[in-house]
Nanobody, 125 residues
């Protein structure tokens, strides 16, 4: 059974950093595309960053240059390094996975069949 478990959320001041982790269980990690999404209260879930099954990375314009997505295949873990955090980055962050290559569809939540439970990130001004 596929399981995704996020960790690393918390509360920081603007300008600070956090690193989120997503541990993956139950499938061959390297054959899947992995994404990070976030959802703030009253807003739709939006794609933040992703690593496709071919290793290419994608980012939302709002986080380019501040966030970095990476993976450790040996540990079956996906990471999201978040620097220069802003209050507007406050949201519940989710990791997601689906088999194969997503390409330009990486930012659409309905493309992913597997989701973690989420980890809260709060950035104060």
């Amino acid at each position: 059974q596929v399981q995704l478990v996020e960790s690393g959320g918390g509360s920081v001041q603007a300008g600070g950093s956090l690193r989120l982790s997503c541990a993956v269980f139950g499938y061959s990690y390297s054959t899947y595309s992995m994404g990070w999404f976030r959802q703030a209260p009253g807003k739709e879930r939006e794609g933040v960053a992703a690593i496709d099954s071919d290793g290419s990375t994608s980012y939302a314009d709002s986080v380019k240059g501040r966030f970095t997505v990476s993976q450790d295949n040996a540990k079956n873990t996906l990471y999201l390094q978040m620097n220069s955090l802003k209050p507007e980055d406050t949201a519940m962050y989710y990791c997601a996975a689906d088999w194969g290559t997503l390409g330009v569809r990486w930012g659409h939540p309905y493309e992913y069949n597997y989701w973690g439970q989420g980890t809260q990130v709060t950035v104060s001004s």
